[in-house]
């Protein structure tokens, strides 16, 4: 119904900023709320933030609050993770997921899911 594919992810320096990016190359992300998790080595995957469909309700892991902007731009049926004042703790490969309707912090809630981009943050 809708696969999410990531792209953005990379090596850069603690402090420094990357842009992810979520684009839905099969079906889209019409009424669908989007997520981004993160999983590190030896970590349980994590909640990161979400966006409704609308883009009127934002969320965000306490751990990126003022530092990560999630937005998206339905008329080119993608969402953004932009990601300022990186820091080693942030290392860890991102998804993006999907879900109908309402959105949600728990991974088990989201149905559709992307491959994932890397991130890798230097000190």
């Known amino acids: 119904q809708v696969q999410p594919v990531e792209s953005g992810g990379g090596l850069v320096q603690a402090g420094g900023s990357l842009g992810l990016s979520c684009a839905a190359s099969?079906?889209?992300?019409?009424?669908?709320?989007v997520g981004w998790f993160r999983q590190a080595p030896g970590k349980e995957r994590e909640f990161v933030s979400a966006?409704?469909?609308?883009?009127?309700?934002?969320y965000y892991a306490d751990s990126v609050k003022g530092r990560f902007t999630i937005s998206r731009d339905n008329a080119k049926n993608t969402v953004f993770l932009q990601m300022n004042s990186l820091k080693p703790d942030d290392t860890a490969r991102y998804y993006c997921?999907?879900?109908?309707?309402?959105?949600?912090?728990?991974?088990?809630?989201?149905?559709?899911w992307g491959q994932g981009t890397q991130v890798t943050v230097s000190s």
């Open positions: 997921a999907a879900r109908t309707l309402f959105t949600s912090r728990d991974p088990s809630a989201y149905h559709f």
């Open positions: 099969v079906g889209t992300f019409t009424n669908h709320a």
């Open positions: 966006i409704s469909w609308s883009g009127e309700q934002l």
